[in-house]
């Protein structure tokens, strides 16, 4: 029999998962881009390995503190944002996505080869990188919680951590959001001709765009390997994809999807292929293997993609007049 | 389309004595706002502007007109830095503004609106107006989290986007977006906003095009209050007998060339604007006048003749 | 904002050109000068099968050597730790070429062949038998190494560089003409490769038809499976007037779903098509085998049919109108819903050739066999100037070469970072391509 409580016990733990929150914060910084200004960012895992190693490299390789390793990957992603933005932000939009889709390629070879192994760990990526973080810890050592919610004090502390930086980016973009600046934003995804030939620099605007959800990208990529460890294959172009799959969720030019929809996406995905998982276990499902059930997600997943963009493309969130699409 | 309905109320007071000497392509002006100076702009084979001398004059109404393809669009491209020519030279203001960029050419103030409506669907009347106003401190990024910094010039700034948009009668349809606007409702907008940033020149692309008799009346009186309150007009108009009634100056394109210019009464007896309009390439189809695009066509249409030969 | 940064101007182009060019050789410079440690185990938990060894001069093991590792599925090299010992997981129960790299080898040192016939004894063949894993050693001394001449080696590199252009010319003129007919970028288009090969798999091996048959099957399958995407999907979407950015958003979620379906479907491991890995078929011409030289002329026969059919036949001249001006194609009487569908088909072809002879490049069929190549093939149709046949041809050439002749500088497993590179250079200096024309403003 499957084990139901088990089953809803292991989708509820994604609420709080620091990856969920990772995909919110990289989700968050694909709402910038995409949602508000229209930029076709399909590099966000770029952005995010950049984050990861820029903090893991510092740490293992130059002893750095956290908040200073943590400072070097945000500083590495603003310098990829800038090399990626010179180039392409003067050129249509799918143009954008191509080479982002590229130099995020670029940089997970960069990370896979084994030139730089002593500093990337080639394929195997880096481990035990923790240590400073893991030293300001507030929390004293032992157990806290209830139900499924049980953890240790370092699992808290990266929750609290990665949930933490998800409200102050969601704040931020909110504040931002409602300002004139993000009026000009906007107005860059509607028409950017229009909102040049009313006196804005917009070159300039969208570059800030995209180094500024560049930076929640590279702050998520850390999140997503506090609690693991760096491993190059998980920057692939699928990541961007699952996070295209909970901005469309959610509503692109919205503030709550991201998140919302990061959540509803894990658990929903969570609770999927636990499901089918056990049902293959236990032969109700006598025509698949449970490798294969592993699979179902991923097209579960482009399914969703599609149908969201053809039915629903406001997400959940979004205003229905507001589609949110750059034309 | 040249019903009298559409034809401002009061007759405008017209400028004159703006250029020195006879009128001709290329005529000095008085008082120029804009002086071009062999402004070329080819595209593959076809040389779609060819301007050798052109003064706008200050402060007064100057139509461009000419017929399609002329060149218009793409003299308008150029003088406010969104498309680069191969060779001239241009000032505005006395200033030489060639090769700056387009939002610079804004800031300065010669303001443009386009031919094909660019109202930002997706963001409310309100907004729309907001964007054009000048100088924002809250438009930089680090100011603009925090509102204390720019709430009181935002106030100001929404006090006269809603004067303006009383003005343009659209103050009912603040809140809506703009993508919900009629596309005579849209032209009106464009040039509401493009006036939030106060500008000294204002270049309107075909601002009659696709507008309802009933709006282009209101559209013709903005026009000339515009003149009213000190500013220069440029617009491209198709319509002579619009032109005839608001322009204090109209200068005429064809194949990319000023061939006349002159008073909206004189120029329109001149031959070779006559010529223009009438001339050989009005009932020519699309493929003629464009020739790097179609070389597919072309082919087919070449075989087509032959099949018929043979 | 009134103060902020200013916009470079025309002017600065040229140096930010030059600074990126710096920027990339001094990377391709730290590549070659990188000391290296560790990762003497590569990929061993993902794979179910190992080739392994050690290399040991006089007894005393050697740290800090180069082994590479290639063949079906994998292409991947690993550094000897403090022991001399070296692991590489390999995907296939198969046969893989083993190379130590004798510039990491002690000064004076080199891998000697005992028989005297081997000309290149620091490369050798490794069989993974039923045991699951292999041992691959080198007997090293003191002596000559090795010298491939380098003439010969960049003629190697040239053919194979040919080759894979030629296939991802095939599957990028699809991709071009899909765009250029309407405007979408194919994400799935990589789907479509895969199909292909796999169909020709899921004939040839499973159902064990004989190869021709099978090929023509499979080929006929593909572009039956162009025309349905587009009657499909793409169509109906057209015709709800959905946005361009959409439809590309679209294609990103068909081709997850489509590839993982594939996954679903044959696994996650790289099966062989009948005959890539026989040796057999080697003519010893700058190591082409039979098969690459049957691959490289199929190509070019189809590529000069797709020429003939764009330059002299009325449907091509009308594909070629459509895609410069679909507007003025219409108004000229051209059934604009046909030509695309015929581009879909021919799409759906072509994509399908090339991914099988993809499958027999790489060698292998695999479930995201498409989805590897797909960024080259963007970059090809990119370099070529955007929804120009034409230029997809030259793009894709250029990247094959590109691709293949940059091992000569660089790791092997790096190659393809040449070639996204190069993409975006181009953007940068001629945004619409080496055909392409700009576009229209305002
Ligand atoms: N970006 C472009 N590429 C190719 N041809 C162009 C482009 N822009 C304008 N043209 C051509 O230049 C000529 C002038 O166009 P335009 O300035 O739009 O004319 P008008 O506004 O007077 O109708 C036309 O023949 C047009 O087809
Ligand atoms: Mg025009």
Known sequence: MIDWIQLLGNSAQQILSPVTAAYALAALGLAIHFGYTGLLNFGQAGFMALGAYGYGISTLTFGFPWWAALLVGVGVSIIFALILGVPTLRLRADYLAIVTIAAAEIARLFFTTNTFVQYTGSANGLQGYKGSFEEVNPIPPGRYGFGPFTYNEYDWWVRIFGWGLVIIAALITWRLMKSPWGRVIKGIREDEDAVRALGKNVYFYKMQALVLGGVFGSLAGMVFVLPRAIVPSNFQPTLTFFIYAILLLGGAATVLGPIVGAIVFWVALSFFSGFVARAVEVGWLPFMSTVQAGQLQFILVGIVIMLLVIFRPQGMFGNKKELAFVK | MSSNDAVPSSTPTKTSGLHIGEPAPGVKKVDPIIVADHIKRSFGGLTAVDVEHLEIPRGAITALIGPNGAGKTTLFNLLTGFDKPDTGEWTFDGNSIAGVPAFKVARRGQVRTFQLTKALGLLTVLDNMKLGAKGQSGESLTKAIFPWFWRKEEEEIEARALDLLARFKLDAKKDDYAASLSGGQRKLLEMARALMSEPTLVMLDEPMAGVNPALTQSLLDHILNLKTEGMTVLFVEHDMHMVRHIADWVVVMAEGKVVAEGDPHEVMKNPAVIDAYLGSHHDEDLGELDPSITEAVKELADDDADEIKH | ?442
Do not use: C
């Open chain 3, 1 to 442: 904002m009134a103060h902020a940064a200013t916009t470079p101007t025309s002017r600065r182009w040229p140096r930010l050109v030059a600074t990126l060019l710096a920027l990339l050789f001094s990377a391709v410079a730290l590549m070659s000068a990188a000391p290296a440690h560790a990762a003497s185990q590569v990929g061993i938990d993902e794979n179910d099968y190992r080739v392994s060894g050690i290399v040991r001069l006089d007894g005393d093991p050697l740290e800090g050597i180069r082994i590479t590792v290639e063949g079906p599925g994998q292409s991947a090299e690993a550094i000897t730790n403090a022991e001399g010992r070296w692991a590489i997981g390999v995907p296939e129960r198969d046969t893989y070429v083993v190379t130590l790299d004798e510039s990491t080898l002690p000064e004076g040192i080199a891998v000697v062949d005992e028989t005297g016939e081997d000309e290149t004894p620091n490369s050798r063949e490794a069989t993974v038998g039923p045991s699951g894993s292999v041992v691959a050693n080198f007997f090293i001394g003191e002596g000559e190494r090795a010298t491939t001449n380098v003439g010969g080696q960049i003629l190697d590199r040239l053919f194979l560089g040919l080759n894979f252009g030629l296939l991802l010319a095939l599957v990028a003129i699809g991709l071009s003409l899909v765009f250029g007919t309407t405007g979408l970028s194919n994400f799935a288009h990589a789907e479509l490769v895969a199909f292909g090969a796999i169909m020709l798999l899921v004939l040839s091996v499973f159902l064990e038809l004989p190869l021709p048959l099978a090929i023509l099957i499979a080929l006929l399958l593909s572009m039956a499976m162009g025309w349905a995407n587009d009657a499909a999907l793409w169509k109906p979407l057209r015709r709800r007037g959905v946005g361009l950015i959409p439809m590309m958003i679209v294609s990103i979620g068909l081709s997850l779903a489509g590839r993982y379906l594939y996954q679903f479907f044959i696994g996650g491991e790289t099966r062989q098509l009948p005959y890539a890995t026989t040796t057999a078929l080697n003519t010893g011409f700058y190591g082409l085998s039979v098969i690459d030289i049957a691959s490289m002329a199929i190509a070019i026969i189809v590529l000069l049919a797709v020429a003939f059919f764009l330059l002299r036949t009325r449907l091509g001249k009308a594909t070629r109108a459509v895609s410069d001006n679909p507007a003025l194609a219409a108004a000229s009487g051209i059934d604009v819903d046909r030509v695309i569908r015929i581009v879909w088909v021919m799409a759906g072809g072509l994509a399908g050739l090339g991914g099988i002879l993809w499958a027999y490049f790489r060698p292998g069929v695999s479930w995201d066999m498409g989805f590897q190549i797909l960024l080259l093939t963007f970059a090809a149709v990119v370099l070529g100037g955007l929804g120009t046949a034409f230029g997809a041809l030259i793009g894709s050439i250029i990247v094959g070469l590109f691709v293949e002749m940059s091992t000569l500088v660089i790791a092997a497993d790096m190659k393809y970072v040449g070639a996204l590179v190069v993409l975006i250079v181009v953007l940068l200096v001629r945004p619409q391509g080496i055909l392409g024309r700009k576009e229209r403003i305002g």
